[in-house]
């Protein structure tokens, strides 16, 4: 009898770890995406180094900040239709040409992410020109299993990596156009 109930325990337990597997939500992603730009390092950093200007992105209208480029400093984007994203620098490294920071307010609906940290850095590349790499960690939008389709990992990855390569290719134009 006592086997038949350590036997029972044991088939439980299993299950109960099988079934915590099956339903443990939502799995960290990760975005990396980088472009050459035919330009000296300081001269991209130029563009991208101040925390409180990101005036170089496209679809973001305005900027406001407090802090500067110290550690803590936050900044809220507003984006062309009106909608905002607050941020904050929580690692600032100029002599590295590199700078991290989280979103800590956005709505889902503009980006379909939570929890999301960011890393921009500028390295060299052959010839002179540089390597700009903007690599993301984040969550999809919706928190529970069985997200609606728009806020689930792949709608997640789409729009930051979306917004990666966007933001990349319009900052090459820019620094290699001189304007």
Known sequence: MRLTIARAGVVV??????GAAWAHG???QKVRESIEIDAPQAKVWAVIGNFQDMSWLAGVSKTEGEKGNEIGATRRLTLAPGA?????????????MSYSYRITAVDVKVLPVTNYSSTLTVSPAPDGKSKLEWAGAFYRGFPNNDPPPELSDEAAVKAVSGLYKAGLEALKKKIESGS
């Open 13 to 18: 337990a299993a299950l109960a770890v099988l």
């Open 26 to 28: 939502p799995t960290r």
């Open 84 to 96: 905002t994203v607050d941020e904050e620098l929580y690692k600032y490294e100029p002599e590295m």
